[in-house]
């Protein structure tokens, strides 16, 4: 989906789920900050991650594989997109085995009644929870990802 602006936008994400999850108020703060941290320029970013960014760009193969810094709510990039993610276990590395609750499954399958496993415990970053084509090193979304989703089970049971 798309939305002209930022509120545009959260307010239709809000209604796919209509479950009260996205909070439009925080996501324009979060974004507001962001933007300003950019519009401030390389030397006075203030925050950790795009100082690192801004390192890797030093050097060549760094500078072709990552992007420019750029505003989220720029005329220029309009309009936003939302994209709706699925949970897809792709591949494992090993870890314990759950099911897309993360749940832990014994060998032959059977739950461990109680049991829950999350993020790299549960194998590739998260269960393999990253969607198709996605990158070795970037763990801490399906980390992130699967907790909530473990979070949301052990609430519901």
Excluded at 104 to 132: C, I, T, W
Aim: net charge positive; charged share 25%.
């Amino acid at each position: 989906m798309t939305g002209g602006s930022l509120r545009e936008l959260g307010q239709r994400m809000q209604g796919v789920t209509n479950d009260g999850a996205l909070d439009v108020d925080l996501l324009e703060r979060e974004v507001d900050d962001y933007d300003a941290t950019i519009a401030r320029g390389k030397p006075l970013f203030n925050d950790d991650q795009l100082r690192r960014i801004a390192q890797l760009r030093n050097w060549r193969g760094d500078r072709l594989r990552t992007s420019n810094f750029q505003q989220i709510v720029d005329s220029r990039a309009m309009p936003l997109i939302a994209i709706r993610m699925t949970v897809m276990a792709r591949k494992s590395l090993g870890g314990i085995q759950t099911d897309l609750q993360s749940r832990v499954l014994r060998p032959d399958g059977n739950l461990v009644q109680g049991l829950y496993a999350v993020g790299e415990s549960a194998g590739f970053g998260g269960g393999g929870m990253h969607g198709k084509r996605s990158l070795e090193g970037t763990f801490l979304g399906g980390c992130v990802f699967s907790g909530r989703i473990a979070a949301r089970a052990i609430a519901g049971a």
